[in-house]
């Protein structure tokens, strides 16, 4: 199952064609997925390569970095992983948007986290969702809560790379994610993610909310 279909008929000789221009989002939202998958090969339309939020004052991707913050994942009754401060987090840094003109949505990989940001947050014009029941989707904003926080660095579900690609890619204006980065940069999937974001992005510390 590691394999796909498209790459099984790749591998027998089947005649492939890459579509090489995407029209859903911003370049820079688009340029990490675009090297850790596609060798390059991607361009951004015109139409959607410099599209972004009017009403925000950084980069179309942003990481918000909780380390170091006490945003530690717990688990319900059920084993259902969950992280209340990050809930909290996504409830601050949304209402720092103007949001009556665009579309929102919020995923994490996570069901339990899930349920949570849908209790605390949803609104009329917001919807949070699994990574997997949002495929196909795009919005405006896209906010993903990474959730795991442990002193063991286990990331779980995190290290399935092409679901998370999927999550990174629905986007069209700006891609926010908040995640710890103590507890994900051990590895090389997400290193690269942090450091892409250093340098072509907006990093944050979740401190800039506590006070």
């Given at each position: 199952?590691?394999?796909?279909?498209?790459?099984?008929?790749?591998?027998?000789?089947?005649?492939?064609?890459?579509?090489?221009?995407?029209?859903?989002?911003?370049?820079?939202?688009?340029?990490?997925?675009?090297?850790?998958?596609?060798?390059?090969?991607?361009?951004?339309?015109?139409?959607?390569?410099?599209?972004?939020?009017?009403?925000?004052?950084?980069?179309?991707?942003?990481?918000?970095?909780?380390?170091?913050?006490?945003?530690?994942?717990?688990?319900?009754?059920?084993?259902?992983?969950?992280n209340l401060g990050e809930v909290e987090l996504i409830q601050k840094r949304?209402?720092?948007?103007?949001?009556?003109?665009?579309?929102?949505?919020?995923?994490?990989?996570?069901?339990?986290?899930?349920?949570?940001?849908?209790?605390?947050?949803?609104?009329?014009?917001?919807?949070?969702?699994?990574?997997?029941?949002?495929?196909?989707?795009?919005?405006?904003?896209?906010?993903?809560?990474?959730?795991?926080?442990?002193?063991?660095?286990?990331?779980?579900?995190?290290?399935?790379?092409?679901?998370?690609?999927?999550?990174?890619?629905?986007?069209?204006k700006k891609l926010i994610i908040i995640g710890d980065s103590a507890t994900?940069?051990?590895?090389?999937?997400?290193?690269?993610?942090?450091?892409?974001?250093?340098?072509?992005?907006?990093?944050?510390?979740?401190?800039?909310?506590?006070?």
């Amino acid at each position: 199952l590691g394999v796909s279909l498209i790459e099984q008929g790749i591998k027998l000789g089947i005649p492939t064609t890459l579509l090489d221009i995407q029209y859903r989002m911003n370049h820079k939202i688009m340029q990490f997925s675009n090297a850790q998958f596609y060798e390059g090969k991607l361009t951004a339309h015109e139409s959607v390569s410099e599209q972004s939020l009017v009403s925000d004052t950084h980069e179309t991707i942003e990481f918000i970095d909780t380390a170091g913050c006490g945003y530690t994942e717990t688990k319900d009754e059920s084993g259902g992983i969950l992280n209340l401060g990050e809930v909290e987090l996504i409830q601050k840094r949304i209402a720092e948007i103007e949001l009556d003109e665009i579309s929102v949505g919020i995923i994490s990989p996570y069901r339990r986290q899930v349920s949570l940001i849908e209790e605390s947050i949803i609104k009329q014009n917001k919807n949070a969702q699994t990574i997997d029941s949002f495929q196909g989707q795009e919005k405006d904003l896209i906010i993903v809560s990474l959730v795991r926080s442990n002193e063991n660095g286990i990331i779980g579900f995190l290290k399935d790379y092409r679901r998370m690609n999927v999550a990174l890619t629905r986007a069209k204006k700006k891609l926010i994610i908040i995640g710890d980065s103590a507890t994900i940069g051990n590895d090389t999937f997400y290193k690269n993610l942090l450091d892409y974001i250093e340098t072509q992005g907006t990093y944050r510390s979740a401190w800039e909310y506590m006070y």
